[in-house]
């Protein structure tokens, strides 16, 4: 797949396109002329749904499997065209069981985001963070952690927003399940109906080492997604509905319980902190987001064998 680290790269580049011509004015005269300035502000969203793993493609017992989750996203401005934004995410699994309980139960990750943008033209940074995934099997007294590192950029063109990530993940090899010395690469787009209504979607591809025995074997995830949201033009309060898809793939997988094909539904609602409308927190305030670092390491650590 790397036709997508490639695609992901030319978004990059495409974004930080006005990067250099605007660094100095981003560490110089604060009174050179700007456009509209950054804020503080972002979103607070709660959600619940299911994951649905295709049929025999996982051994547990319940194919069906209901989550819960919230997300906590807040910028703060530097100076008018540097901005840091933390995100904090967790979820929790109702899962179903199998012989030795090494189903996710949840998992969690915060991280921190250091971009330079331009709310009518560009984004352009990077993102570090750190998570944990915990179970009822083997790493129910030692969950696995993992830690990721990345750049990231978006460019905006009327009511569309194109954006894309590549970044690099480790994480703790315990009991010799979890993937690590991974890379990603994720391209993203959005278009806005109005200003308060966003339809987006993602496209990412996950490749690591995964110990499965011995010796590693290499695990690669292919994921994507749609979501709507909507908020009110008279409360700072939304709706969304979500999809994402998995697609698990190893070069050791003995069976289809090693490679499974994995759908999540979400359902949810946001809490608006400090812009006037959906549009304006993405382009001045908490505008970026994460790929699901969780849910990749979590999933192959724990329900494929």
């Known amino acids: 797949m790397k036709q997508v680290f490639f695609a992901a790269a030319i978004l990059l580049a495409g974004s930080g396109g006005g990067f250099a011509a605007d660094f100095n004015m981003a560490f110089g005269d604060a009174a050179a002329d700007t456009p509209e300035g950054l804020l503080a502000g972002g979103l607070i969203s709660v959600y619940g749904g299911y994951l649905g793993y295709e049929n025999e493609q996982v051994d547990i017992g319940d194919e069906e499997q209901g989550i819960i989750g919230a997300r906590g996203a807040y910028a703060l401005p530097i100076n008018s065209r540097i901005s840091a934004q933390f995100d904090l995410i967790g979820e929790l699994n109702a899962t179903g069981s199998d012989d030795d309980g090494d189903l996710t139960r949840g998992d969690y990750m915060g991280a921190v985001h250091l971009d330079m943008r331009d709310p009518s033209a560009y984004l352009f940074g990077a993102f570090a963070g750190a998570g944990q995934s915990f179970d009822d099997g083997d790493n129910d007294d030692d969950p696995i952690g993992f830690w990721f590192v990345g750049v990231e950029g978006q460019k905006y063109i009327g009511n569309v927003t194109l954006g894309s990530q590549i970044g690099y993940v480790v994480s703790d090899e315990n009991n010799n399940e979890s993937i690590s010395d991974a890379w990603f690469a994720r391209a993203t787009a959005g278009y806005y109906f109005t200003e308060n209504t966003k339809l987006s979607g993602d496209f990412a591809f996950f490749t690591g080492e995964r110990r499965n025995g011995n010796p590693k074997g290499t695990m690669d995830v292919l994921s994507w997604g749609a979501r709507v949201d909507h908020f009110s033009s008279e409360f700072p309060v939304g709706m ?33 902190l400090g812009a006037s409308s959906l549009m304006e927190n993405d382009r001045r305030g908490a505008g970026a987001d994460l790929a699901p670092i969780n849910r990749w390491t979590s999933t192959s650590a724990n329900e494929i064998d």
């Open 240 to 272: 969304f509905l979500a999809y994402n898809g998995f697609d698990y793939e190893g070069d050791r997988a003995s069976d289809e319980s090693d490679a499974p094909f994995v759908h999540e539904v979400r359902i949810g609602a946001s809490l608006m």
